[in-house]
T-cell receptor, first 126, second 108 residues
């Protein structure tokens, strides 16, 4: 059973950097998958932030491309999110999720998110 | 990249059927069969209930079904149960290696 667990500071100052890690268990982060970040602002809907594959191909939401970095640590079997220059609008529950993939090299994406972390609320405030 | 449009809420009585629409454009829902649906209970993470427009993952009740016509995808819940009361979100591949979610629908 694949499990994902987010961790990181729950409070970030405005203009600072939001940093989160998603620990993966029950699967190797080196297996053909796309490891994804999604957020949900309080009382709002879901927003896809970006993804990284096992082969370290990366795709970002165009609206965040100038502020976001997603990386993977194959030794620790986790992947990470950095979001720079945060404002109150970045206050949200941040989820990590898996999109299944297959194939060698850049994996073909399954197009859906089958495993999710429990989410972590990050508040941007001074 | 705009969010897919869903009704804010739908309601039904136990045993009835409800259908949730998810309207996109020819750049997302209309062009790809990578439409998925998620159920989210308050305080919980989303749960995958439909993928590839109409495929149910193992363990998901067959009361949940999905379809698509043109730029609009739909989720139907048949034989509504009290535990189906939740928020539902659609998602679609939007081209250029990006994904978009719907605005969400509260089922009561």
């Amino acid at each position: 059973q694949v499990q994902l667990q987010e961790s990181g500071p729950d409070l970030v100052e405005p203009s600072g950097t939001l940093s989160l890690t998603c620990a993966v268990s029950g699967a190797s982060i080196s297996s053909p998958n796309w490891w994804t970040w999604v957020r949900q602002s309080p009382g709002e809907g879901l927003e896809w932030l970006g993804e990284i594959s096992n082969s370290e191909s990366i795709n970002y939401n165009p609206s965040l491309r100038s502020r976001i970095i997603i990386s993977v640590d194959k030794f620790e079997n986790h992947f990470s999110l950095e979001l720079n220059s945060v404002t109150a609008a970045d206050t949200a529950v941040y989820y990590c999720a898996r999109m299944p993939g297959w194939g060698e090299g850049i994996p073909v994406a399954g197009g859906y998110f089958d495993y999710w972390g429990q989410g972590v609320l990050v508040t941007v405030s001074s | 990249q705009s969010a897919l449009t869903q009704p804010r809420s739908v309601s039904g009585s136990p045993g009835q059927s409800v259908t949730i629409s998810c309207t996109g454009t020819s750049n997302d829902v209309g062009s790809y069969n990578y439409v998925s649906w998620y159920q989210q209970h308050p305080g919980n993470a989303p749960k995958l209930i439909i993928y590839d427009v109409s495929t149910r993952p193992s363990g998901v009740a067959d009361r949940f079904s999905g379809s698509k016509s043109g730029n609009t995808a739909s989720l139907t819940i048949s034989g509504l149960r009290t535990e189906d009361e939740a928020d539902y979100y659609c998602s679609s591949y939007a081209g250029s290696y990006t994904y978009v979610f719907g605005t969400g629908t509260k089922v009561t």
